[in-house]
RNA sequence: UGGGGUGUAGCCAAGCGGUAAGGCAGCGGGUUUUGAUCCCGUCACGCGCAGGUUCGAAUCCUGCCACCCCAGCCA
């Protein structure tokens, strides 16, 4: 990992602290952790508090370690630690030892719980949720003693042991901490330690009746691993005296100490995993993978990169407050990457065809004799009938088209001056046959990085896009830096055009433009005279593949889509973007496109970023997803 | 309303009594066969507000204001 990705200085306020407790010895080797609950997919926020945990573990010397957080068996489902897992890796980051689970130490808690029975510290209470509710008081309101508050050591374990045996239905009692009813922090009158909860879990099957809470494992999971400094958002700071309440009654093995810093916020992004779920139930989007998705996942499969998250994350300071981060700045992080690492390539997203005339890129005969038609011409210099053999209708065509227009003078010069026919001698007859000539030229796959070169076929047919083509021949250089009727344009890679005439359909629809290319000009500026408006890219319409495209933009039309209306009701659902996501099953791409492993990314030039599919591109049907759109700073003018 | 947290540019922020870093966005210019990249320049007489201490305050003190979190048997 480079010195970029990983903060290296005493860069943040937990950062100073740990620097202290490891110069004061208080602190031998770092020890973090990264404790998700498997209810969800991981998102971007959680991949700032992976980037600070592991991040602050290798800049100390330290280890990170990977624990599931998986005390509510009713949210929590194999399926997300099993992705969270892959997530993590993902990154690029490596836990210390084994994957942890809260449900390892199931038993501890328990012989723990029964240690502060004994204590007097803990009692079982039959008060129900509502009634606890009412009983714990509010901000204003000092909070009752619960009637149970009271009972013997003895009854206390004794249905505590019940509770485990499974006696009592769901939510008939639970085990509360004895701490104080009337504490201005609302959090430490008397909180639930232990829960009925008759139901399987993931990790230990029908073992337990009862499961603990939050509070009553967070600092005890922590001890057991010997978890130093444990970091945790800003919402949990109201919980660092319980945290603390627990190992301080309770003999643990060590005591970790609790730091909170703020969430990370993105504009016109949701970072709730209980909406996020909700968009995937509703079908809104088609899973949590899905490229508009904030989740891990989501996020690769849109195509960026590790690496760019990583950075990303790194960049933003860690901090108590927590802003909103604007979202062009997580984009800004990806294009920063992916413009250094993505090879160049070229991909037409609107096509319209382009007919060079005059294109001489011939080389061998290639025809099936299936496609040929034979038919007689005269030669117009000679006046003698020639049987012209015709490859395919397209080129058929091309000669039509230079016959109408009087570019044929002699067969030798259809010959010579298209370049896009051989004359072959057959039983003493000039025997023409023509091909779909091609021209390889190669550029370089990358403008800095050596990424090597790409071959690129060009032949006498291709594509542009629509949008670079205008017959407005008043429009300023300034203004249209692109193909504009009679005047030139640099083909990107390639020659330099000029754009002749237009066909257009019924419709006045533009079907096919004409152009003429200037021989010499491929690395090489034009004559004087000719200097094109801009550079357009292009993709051969014979040997250019078609590809599916999927393009993207933001979820939400809404800087914050979990904002609460007027009414103070959060309705995230309002403010869907319903044109997040366009499919363009016309594309062409440069013919080595298809052959790109799933997942790998490339600039499409003048376009943006974009990654093979990881699940449907393959050969025979490319399908890229857009990643991101290229800086634009001309669009706002 | 009780408790906790936070207020520095459009956004994220550094700053730890010595005269306002950096990034994103923006703006102006240069290079360019991507309207990209890259390069140069520009962008807070001001640090939520009002007082006070000090030779000196974003930093210390007092008061006020705004926003976020807490009344789950969620995490």
Known sequence: MSSQETPSQ??????????????????????????????????????????????????????????????????????????????????????????????????????????????????????????????????????????????SVEENLDLLERMKNGEFEDGAKVLRAKIDMTSPNMILRDPVMYRILRQSHHQTGDKWNIYPTYDFAHGQEDAIEGVTHSICTMEFADHKPLYEWFLDNLPVPAKPAQYEFGRLNLSYTLTSKRKLKQLVDDNVVSGWDDPRMPTISGLRRRGFSAHAIRSFCNALPVAKAGGVVDVAQFESAVRDDLDKSAPRAMCVLDPVKLIVTNFGGLNQVNINTADVNEFIRVDPKTKKKVLYRIATEKAKAIIKYREEHGLFESIDDLVNVSGIAETLVEKNRDVLVLNDPKEILSAPAHPKIDLGERQLPFTAELYIDRADFSEDSTLSRKKFKRLVLGEYVRLRGAYVIKADDVIKDDAGEIVEIKASLVPGTVGENPPEGMKPRGVIHWVSATEGRQATVRVYDRLFNHPAPESKDENGESDFMQHLNHESFRQLDNCWVEPGLASAAPESGFQFEREGYFVADRYDHCSDKPVFNMTSGLRDTWANK
Request: contains cysteine; glycine residues 8%; negative net charge.
């Open 10 to 151: 005493v860069s943040n306020f937990i950062a100073q602290i740990i620097d202290e407790d490891i110069k004061s010895g208080k602190t031998s080797q770092l020890v973090t952790r990264f404790p998700p609950e498997p209810n969800g997919y991981l998102h971007i926020g959680h991949a700032k508090s992976i980037c600070v945990n592991f991040g602050l573990a290798e800049q100390f010397g330290g280890v990170c370690n990977l624990r599931f957080d998986d005390t509510n068996p009713s949210k929590e489902e194999q399926e997300f630690v099993d992705a969270i897992k892959a997530d993590v890796r993902w990154l690029g980051f490596e836990w210390n030892d084994e994957v942890r689970y809260a449900s390892d130490y199931f038993d501890q808690f328990y012989d723990w719980a029964q240690h502060l029975i004994r204590e007097g510290k803990a009692y079982v209470c039959d008060l129900s949720p509502e009634q606890t509710s009412d009983y714990r008081g509010d901000y204003n309101t000092l909070g009752k003693p619960s009637p149970y508050r009271g009972r």
